[in-house]
């Protein structure tokens, strides 16, 4: 069973007239403080600062217990504040606020935003004995992250993981359980209060949202957090952003981690440019453009080219006429385009493309004998196709 863990409020409390608008409620963030007043740590790293109201919190629990000479850093990629864009207000703008109107003491808090974790992780250096991951809570997310800053932690650093019911709480925002995944997948002490009766209304029958583990086997925690970049991924991150993590993995951790990176990044890419929505925008806007830059032409005139030749009418694409086995021609014409034979076509002298309707096995021996460029529609777009059954 998890071990649980004194929820402490008053620091919060203690802000008292301070305006704080913090990404944790008072009962998570109670349970945070309860951590830092049983570990008492000398080096905090907070992934995920949004409006800092969160930071403010730990600032003040940190000088509560007499550890105001505890290192403080904080980063997070956006520098603004993610949900009031436009407004000006910076990343982590509370906690200026809270030191300007002495809610709190400066400390030695460091705040790092615009970069991703790789690019200043040196800077904040070893030795961190208590992370928090709060970011995206999608994979691949903090995962990535984690796999950052695992080199960097102590022996006994304490993770905390927010956010761990977040798939449950908000039924329009699916596919947020990837600090649910690492706080489960992770060997070691765990803290978690399954149910407490001062928890906040708003808890989904008293289950908490937030956890924390230390890690007791490393070896066998990077064997594992690298095999679940295999799950799924919700987003896909830039060419760049992987590149800045594979570099950084590349110098911590033995090659055999970075080669299963680098193939798990080729699957979640083809994945993604199949299943996601953007992904499937993009195969269908790419399918269209290939109809528009040449001739195209349907091989194959039965009922599966039919399907195919309506759906591309419907996405704006073109066909300039249909393909058929020399042989096999009956009609010269069909829904108003002509009908040419394989040899035919390739007696036309202008740049063409066949797009092979056609599921014959030597349907596509004989296209590459002739040397005329051809497509096969991806299965997603077939799958497309397939609904114009009965057009």
Not at 195 to 223: F, H, K, P, Q, T
């Amino acid at each position: 069973m998890y071990n649980e863990i004194e929820n402490w409020y008053e620091p919060a409390d203690e802000l008292g007239e301070f305006t704080l608008v913090a990404e944790m409620t008072r009962w998570e963030s109670g349970f945070l403080c309860g951590l830092l007043k049983k570990f008492k740590p000398k080096k905090i790293l907070e992934v995920g600062v949004a409006g800092g109201g969160t930071s403010v919190i730990i600032r003040k629990a940190l000088e509560m217990l007499g550890l105001s000479q505890t290192l403080h850093f904080s980063g997070d990629l956006s520098e603004e504040y993610y949900r009031k864009k436009g407004s000006g207000l910076a990343t982590g703008y509370q906690y200026d606020v809270a030191c300007e109107k002495k809610a709190i003491e400066r400390g030695n808090h460091t705040l790092y935003t615009g970069k991703y974790l790789p690019e200043y992780i040196d800077k904040v250096g070893g030795d961190i004995d208590f992370l928090i991951l709060d970011t995206v809570h999608s994979a691949p997310g903090e995962l990535l992250d984690l796999l950052i800053v695992l080199p960097y932690l102590s022996e006994s650093a304490v993770i905390v993981f927010h956010d761990l019911a977040t798939d449950h709480q908000n039924n329009f925002r699916q596919s947020v359980s990837i600090n649910k995944c690492l706080f489960d997948c992770l060997d070691g002490q765990k803290y978690f209060n399954v149910c407490g009766n001062d928890a906040d209304a708003d808890m989904l029958y008293g289950y908490s949202d937030i956890g924390a583990a230390v890690i007791s086997n490393r070896d066998d925690c990077i064997r594992d957090l690298f095999s679940m970049l295999g799950l799924p991924w919700a987003y896909m991150p830039s060419d760049r952003e992987l590149q800045i993590y594979q570099e950084k993995y590349a110098a911590a951790y033995d090659s055999k981690y970075i080669e299963l990176f680098e193939l798990l990044v080729k699957v979640q890419k083809h994945t993604w440019k199949i299943n996601s929505l953007e992904g499937r925008k993009n195969l269908i806007s790419d399918f269209k453009k290939g109809t528009l830059e040449k001739k195209a032409y349907l091989y194959g005139n039965g009922k599966r080219g039919k399907n195919l030749y309506h759906y591309i009418k419907l996405i704006g694409g073109k066909i300039d006429g249909w393909v058929v086995s020399d042989g096999h021609r009956v009609e010269e014409q069909q829904d108003g385009l002509p009908i040419y034979t394989l040899s035919e076509l390739g007696e036309l002298d202008e740049e063409k493309l066949i797009i092979v309707a056609s599921t014959f096995a030597d349907v596509i021996e004989n296209i590459e004998k002739s040397g005329i460029d051809y497509c096969l529609p991806n299965p997603f777009i077939i799958g497309q196709m397939l609904q114009y059954e009965n057009v």
